[in-house]
């Protein structure tokens, strides 16, 4: 199984050790499911765990986010979208969530984002709240 899990995922695990999307990267970690990525949403998350607005609420000090990022970039399967979508009007960066399931063939989109959320599933691709990807595992 593959997912790429969006940036809010990873964001809320580092603010809460024991909330579902804590538990989903425990389970990344464990080997349960592939976590499929590209540059654009590594930078992405690198750039918003790395934001001095976001780091007085985040759990993580700063060699735990260091460690979690290099973990990601060696351990997560990386695609580089050769496809540029836009499905997503409301908020295009969201786009690049939907490229990179789609270029990776991922399974699911995991994600607390209301516009992924609305489209339910996308090209057979589930989208689904951490809580839910959770529990059906």
């Not at 995922?9 to 590209?38: C, D, H, L, N």
């Not at 969530?97 to 063939?105: P, Q």
């Not at 607390?112 to 059906?136: C, K, M, N, Q």
């Amino acid at each position: 199984m593959e997912a790429v899990l969006d940036t809010n995922v990873a964001v809320s695990a580092a603010i809460s050790p024991k909330g579902p999307p804590a538990e989903i990267i425990k389970a990344w970690r464990a080997g349960s499911f592939v976590w499929v990525t590209s540059p654009p949403l590594l930078d992405e998350m690198e750039k918003t765990l790395g934001s001095q607005r976001l780091r007085r609420y985040l759990a993580w000090g700063d060699d735990e986010i260091a460690e979690f990022l290099d973990l990601v970039r060696a351990h997560a399967r990386t695609v580089t979208p050769g496809s540029t979508l836009d499905v997503v009007r409301a908020d295009p960066a969201d786009n690049r969530v939907l490229e990179a399931a789609v270029d990776g063939g991922a399974d699911y989109i995991v994600t607390g984002d209301r516009h992924l959320l609305a489209l339910g599933s996308w090209r057979g691709i589930v989208i689904e709240p951490p809580a839910t990807f959770l529990a059906a595992r």
